[in-house]
């Protein structure tokens, strides 16, 4: 076998990652009223860390109790129960040799009334997805188009919750701008009609990332990472090209590169995939425009997809293999034969069995 770039040491910042491999973010819903995950959830992560992972990824924490979620049983990290709850599962994570990052994100108008405290759904624009909701069989409802107000409400969640994040010990943290949520929304000219400085050009559209990003980047040390997660598909009406071409992702990535950010992390269903009528893949395109290390996530199953997957990236990530398969890094590295999951196999990431 050729020398592995996969299982090579890769200086993350203030870190040495001992391997390029890191456990995507997987929402869970196992959180009950106090919005904390159940204590199989959390155990599940450290494993990870024990059996090899160099990153760990939390499931995606919701920014706020009024219209930030999207499912039922999503964690929140801004009470100190719940910064107390993930402090040891943080410390133990960081004993086994990885590094602890959190998710956070703002659902927006893929949020619905029961699941949010308040009741309340807002977005970009008053436009709802074309899809129903698949939890519910429902549409969704026409969301509130986000007052002033409401920007700066909501970005104060994200600050809350990456405090919530340093206090428990996170090594960093992630804003979820992927997957059609709320900063994905505003990205899109799919989802965002404003005529005001938040719609429009690519800058305005980007506006709302750059204030969240800057905003967090105050209260996170200068020693802690910062991430930001994109993609080019949503949820929701997953047919849609979010930003439609490649100079338009490709404007955003430029903007992102210029933040306080530590990596961007690209998420795809297939990494192989050629993006935007290219023969280009999303890594690759990203790549072409930023300095920033990248992260790629999508059907990396094995230890030649995870070596071919870095050829255009640095670290790569994995859900479902590392939802499904407790010793997976250590069967990447032995070169077994594995399987691509399917995204039912998955299911069993909502349900009330522990995982191995
Ligand atoms: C059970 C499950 C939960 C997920 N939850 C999240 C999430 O909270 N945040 C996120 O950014 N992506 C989430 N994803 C998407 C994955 O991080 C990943 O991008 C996607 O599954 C493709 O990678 P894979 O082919 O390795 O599974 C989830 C995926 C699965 C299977």
């Known amino acids: 076998m050729?020398?592995?770039?996969?299982?090579s040491p890769f200086p993350f910042k203030n870190h040495t990652l001992r391997n390029r491999i890191g456990v995507a973010p997987m929402t869970r819903m196992s959180s009950q009223h106090d919005s904390i995950p159940r204590q199989d959830v959390l155990d599940f992560l450290v494993r990870r860390a024990q059996n090899g992972a160099a990153i760990v990824y939390t499931e995606a924490i919701v920014t706020d109790y009024e219209s930030a979620q999207g499912y039922p049983g999503q964690a929140r990290l801004v009470t100190q129960r719940q910064i107390d709850a993930w402090r040891p599962v943080v410390r133990a994570i960081q004993e086994a040799g990885a590094v602890a990052i959190m998710q956070m994100f703002h659902c927006g108008r893929v949020g619905w009334p029961e699941v949010n405290p308040a009741g309340r759904i807002i977005a970009p624009s008053p436009v709802s997805p074309r899809q129903k909701n698949p939890l519910t069989g429902s549409p969704y409802p026409i969301p509130d188009e986000m007052s002033i107000f409401d920007i700066a409400h909501v970005i104060q969640g994200f600050v809350e919750t990456a405090r919530g994040a340093i206090d428990a010990g996170f090594d960093g943290v992630e804003i979820h701008g992927a997957h059609g949520y709320l900063v994905s929304q505003f990205l899109s000219p799919y989802s965002n009609k404003r005529n005001d400085g938040y719609g429009g050009s690519t800058e305005n559209r980007y506006r709302f990332a750059h204030e969240i990003v800057q905003a967090v980047a105050k209260v996170i040390p200068d020693n802690r990472l910062l991430t930001f997660?994109?993609?080019d598909w949503g949820v929701v009406d997953m047919d849609v090209s979010l930003f439609g071409n490649k100079s338009e992702y490709?404007?955003?990535i430029r903007l992102l590169s210029r933040e306080r950010l530590d990596a961007?992390?690209?998420s795809t269903y297939d990494f192989t995939k050629m993006a935007f009528g290219t023969d280009k893949r999303m890594a690759g395109i990203t790549r072409e425009v930023t300095d920033l290390?990248?992260?790629?996530?999508?059907?990396?199953?094995?230890r030649a997809s995870g070596e071919e997957a870095l050829r255009d990236a640095e670290i790569v990530l994995s859900a479902k293999s590392m939802l499904l398969n407790p010793n997976w890094v250590e069967d990447v590295r032995?070169?077994?034969v594995l399987p691509v999951h399917?995204?039912?196999e998955a299911n069993v990431a909502y349900t009330e069995k522990p995982l191995p």
Do not use: A, T
Request: net charge neutral; proline share 6%; with cysteine.
């Open 2 to 7: 050729n020398p592995s770039v996969l299982f």
């Open 229 to 231: 997660r994109i993609s």
């Open 250 to 252: 490709q404007e955003i």
């Open 264 to 266: 961007i992390s690209v």
């Open 293 to 302: 290390p990248v992260m790629i996530c999508g059907k990396i199953y094995d």
């Open 334 to 336: 032995e070169g077994k």
């Open 342 to 344: 399917k995204s039912d």
